[in-house]
């Protein structure tokens, strides 16, 4: 504030006032007498009949039309006669001229030798800066949207010249090319994190001398080191190779100040191994110095006008030093990318608007929300009630997810689905320590995230060993993809009828060079939700054309089934692999079954049939594996071209002494031959089983009574045994 309050404040209880320096200042001084009067200290001519009026000689009122000012009296009131020191500040207000100019002003309350002062100071200048700031600080927001939009720019080129161009030394130079022009700092790390290419920018970003001009200190090292100290999940980013955006704050001795706006992202090779890390760093300190200015702008988010992450930061720690108990949650927009690159950044905005408002008519008045990041946003829950305050945090964190989901109507779209993920932390009780809180939380989030989104998660120890074991598994497992550490096992199917082996279901597994055997349960989960099950089923597909190459060499030619997720299903490479594949392994496809289970129908069964008929046409048969166990409409069989449907274990158990079983099979046998398909029955473990299988007209069968899955040799052992 321009006011130099202190000079007035000496000055207002003399008599002989300086009345040069009100004028300068453009102040009127009042001194009151008794309620709603006053005695005229100094007076500015041009504008103070706006504000007062004469009664008597040198005795004023205020104007009652002055309602701000009429209004912020009843709190100078209070102000005097507490007879405190300091000064009682209106803020700004307006008011209009008859020939309709505005004016702006500020009162001030204070006592001066016992005498309560007050001050209205015209601040049209003041006001005049302000709003600049805020013009200038809104322009920069939106410049800040363009920098972003330019590092989106340029790091899809770089992504692009990365994962296809395999010659290191070309990829380096197109890269090299696009960085040197970049108007930010651009680092190319190694998947060790060490940069192997970045443009000058960077080392005068930190005001460090040119690489190879000496000095220990580098872009790559401060930033990491800012990272450490200013955002407790760094480690989980580089860990589980994800996407982030966040702002630092660098502070060089011994007075060098600046806000850097940075974006790391992950390259990842076709088995989503990290090969690289692209950074870009923006200097933002000219925004940030805007904002400072004003308050609103500083610590709040001028999209959702909820509080920011830094005035997040200072609630956790203020809560945490209070010793209050409360939950924090994590509310991180699912996909929230796919909407801003498919609808654009002003819907984006919009959603972003709209979710904020149903969030805090969601929440108690105590509850704060803060909008953290781009899609995140972070709820502050205080006084959750009663012994079960676990239950209730989650009451409301269901809540929250059924808000979020209700559909969208934006500008292009009137029914735009959105769902969340929440991590759930607890003060004190997971953490008195506010860095760890967060990173729990984000831990939590990021946990949420994994189990198929629109989920919550609380934080455990439990939870936090587990993604640790899971991120080792993982990198593991893509390793083991890599070195092809994976064996396929064949388990026979047997005609009824004839006794005879008709074809194969092919079983993976992993032959850890550290674990040992590995079984599919074990892995094939984690392979599913990470999409390392597209590598792995195109692994374990030319596994499959090797054995089936073998077998024709020693005069079998028998159908090998491979069991197809449904991620594999929706993966539009999938078909003209299988048949690239086939045709370089010189296998034809009549000896190719693929096993769809029946849950991977319910979703998108457009998509799938499309798959399907893709497959089919080329000459591969399907069949319907665990039947029994989902809920396919038969409506939906009849249109899938499907060859065979397998019925789930968990029927074939009892079916010997079971009568409902025996019921279930049954039907579903009769309804598949009446749909022209065959029934072949898995799990088959003792002759009961086959016999009353048999009795209802099954076709094949498949388990333990005729062999387990085996290797190649073993395979073949059987199939010569079972010709004779
Ligand atoms: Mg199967």
Redesign the pocket.
């Known amino acids: 504030m321009s006011l130099n309050t202190d000079l007035i404040r000496q000055h207002a209880a003399e008599i002989n006032i300086e009345h040069a320096v009100f004028n300068a200042l453009d102040c009127t001084v009042l001194s009151r007498q008794k309620l709603d009067v006053f005695v005229l200290i100094h007076k500015i001519d041009t504008w103070s009949n706006v504000i007062i009026k004469k009664s008597s000689t040198n005795r004023v009122t205020i104007n009652v039309a002055c309602l701000f000012l009429t209004d912020f009296l009843i709190d100078a009131e209070l102000f005097w006669a507490r007879n405190e020191s300091g000064i009682l500040n209106s803020g700004f207000w307006t008011e209009q001229l008859s020939n309709g100019n505005l004016l702006h002003f500020e009162a001030l309350a204070c006592i001066s030798a016992g005498q309560p002062i007050l001050i209205i100071k015209n601040v049209a200048q003041v006001f005049a800066q302000q709003q600049r700031t805020l013009q200038a600080a809104r322009e920069t927001l939106i410049s800040n949207e363009t920098l972003q939009q330019q590092v989106d720019d340029t790091h899809q080129r770089i992504n692009e010249t990365i994962s296809t161009d395999s010659d290191d030394m070309q990829m380096l130079k197109t890269i090299s090319n696009t960085i040197d022009k970049a108007t930010f700092g651009i680092m190319v790390l190694n998947h060790k994190l060490n940069p192997i290419l970045q443009n000058p920018l960077n080392y005068r970003l930190f005001q460090l001398k040119d690489p190879g001009q000496g000095g220990t200190e580098t872009p790559i090292s401060i930033i990491f080191d800012l990272m450490k100290k200013q955002y407790p999940e760094y480690q989980r980013i580089f860990e589980s190779a994800t996407q982030w955006h966040g702002e630092l704050y660098w502070l060089a001795a011994p007075h060098y100040v600046k806000w850097l706006k940075v974006s790391i992202y992950p390259i990842k090779d076709t088995l989503g191994k990290v090969t690289h890390w692209v950074l870009y760093i923006n200097d933002i300190s000219r925004i940030k110095h805007l904002l400072q200015h004003n308050e609103k702008l500083a610590h709040y988010d001028s999209l959702t006008q909820l509080p920011n992450r830094q005035l997040f930061w200072s609630i956790v720690e203020q809560n945490c030093m209070h010793q209050e108990p409360f939950y924090l949650l994590y509310i991180d927009i699912d996909n929230f990318k796919f909407i801003n690159e498919n609808y654009g950044h002003a819907e984006g905005d919009e959603l972003l608007i709209i979710i904020a408002q149903r969030l805090q008519k969601l929440l108690k008045k105590e509850d704060v929300i803060c909008r953290i990041g781009g899609d995140e946003f972070a709820v502050i829950l205080k006084n959750v009630n009663g012994n079960n305050s676990d239950k209730s945090c989650m009451a409301i964190a269901q809540r929250v997810l059924t808000e979020v989901n209700i559909p969208y109507k934006v500008q292009h779209k009137d029914q735009l689905l959105i769902t969340a993920s929440i991590g759930v932390v607890h003060f004190p009780d997971d953490s008195n320590n506010p860095d760890l809180l967060v990173k729990y939380a984000d831990l939590a989030t990021y946990n949420a995230k994994l189990t198929g989104k629109s989920d919550i998660k609380f934080y455990s120890q439990e939870l936090q060993q587990k993604t640790a074991q899971r991120i080792s598994l993982e990198n593991a497992l893509r390793e083991a993809i890599n070195n092809d550490e994976f064996e396929v096992l064949l388990q026979p199917i047997m005609d009824i009828a004839s006794g005879k082996i008709i074809k194969a ?1 092919a079983l993976v597994r992993w032959q850890s060079p550290d674990a040992g055997r590995i079984m599919p349960n074990d892995f094939i989960p984690l392979a599913e939700e990470t999409g390392l099950i597209i590598p792995l089923g195109k692994l374990v597909f030319k596994h499959v054309c090797r054995h089936i190459k073998l077998l024709q060499q020693l005069g079998y030619h028998h159908k090998v089934s491979v ?1 197809l997720s449904p991620k594999q299903i929706y993966d539009n490479s999938f078909s003209p692999f299988v048949y690239h594949t086939l045709t370089e392994y010189d296998v034809p496809p009549e000896q190719i079954e693929f ?1 769809i289970t029946e849950s991977s129908l319910a979703n998108n069964f457009e998509v799938v049939l499309n798959t399907l008929q893709q497959l089919k046409k080329g000459g591969v048969s399907i069949s319907v ?1 665990d039947f029994g166990t989902g809920y396919s409409s038969l409506a939906y069989l009849k249109r899938l071209p499907v060859d065979y449907l ?1 019925i789930d274990r968990s029927f074939i158990i009892g079916i010997a002494n079971d009568g409902g079983d025996q019921a279930i099979v049954s039907a579903v046998i009769v309804m598949a031959h009446s749909l022209k398909l065959k029934v072949i029955a898995e799990g088959v473990e003792n002759v009961e089983q086959l016999k009353c299988l048999t009795e209802m007209n099954c076709d094949a069968v498949q388990g333990y009574l005729f062999s387990r899955p085996v290797d190649l040799n073993k395979f073949t052992d059987f199939l010569q045994d079972n010709s004779k």
């Open positions: 279901e069991n096993e594996d397998k």
